[in-house]
């Protein structure tokens, strides 16, 4: 089957005036245009190659890289607005459409968005939605505490970042545990901190406990190489000047210093540590 809104691996059926036929071993068949044939192939090949929806609603494939695939969520560019809805640019030659029924807040041309791509099952096509907290739950907790998960930063609030854990389900980073400021949409890595008994998650970018001593000692060596062996810092520094330079807690930067030291990497001094 060939699967709309995601990745395919296809193989090439044969060459005809407007592209390259790819099928798959189910014997459907879909169109690689002209534009997007590799300059060397042969019959029997395998392409991987993204499909979709054309303007005329026809699979069709490409090897542009999509800023999104179906049942996921990225910050998209709203291009228009029309009197239907807005439509956000994706990386692909036929934008996302995103009625107003799926806008969050009525959407702005030009403005950034984060998006959740969905296929529509009255129609058949793909679609974005900025309501994403319709396509999250924390019901049925899949995460335990000190589990690294993948979060995308979801909405700033007064109380810390929210995010997206895992593309199903909501946590928040509270201010207390932020090093640096994020942007709306950013992915990276963090790990549990907390599940509460109302199936809030607490999130940190750092990890807990005994856990976070050695990658936290990995980063006070590199920055101390890049500062020639120096720096400026102790455990009674203030937790703000830790922060701003280290980007970690001075709790997580007093158990890095007491890690490399016990493993005498490092001389502590008056004036800050140094490297051995």
Sequence with gaps: MIKIGEYNELEILRDTDPGLFLGDEDGN????????????FEIGDTLEVFCYLDHEERPV???LTPQIQLNDFALLKAVSVTSIGAFMDWGLEKHLFVPFKEQAL?????KWYLIYCYMDEMTDRLV????????????EISVEKFEEVDIIISRHTELGEEVIINKKHKGLIYNEDLYRTYSLGEKLKGYVKKVRSDNKIDIVTQQIGYKNIEPSAEKVLEILKENKGFLALHDK???EEIKRILEMSKKSFKKAIGSLYKQKMILIKEDGIYLN
């Design 29 to 40: 068949e879909i169109l690689l245009p002209n534009k997007y044939v590799p300059d060397h």
């Design 128 to 139: 974005g939605s900025s309501k994403t907290n319709r396509f999250i739950s924390n019901e």
């Design 237 to 239: 520094s203030h937790p």
């Design 106 to 110: 009525r959407m702005v041309e030009g």
């Design 61 to 63: 494939a490409t090897t």
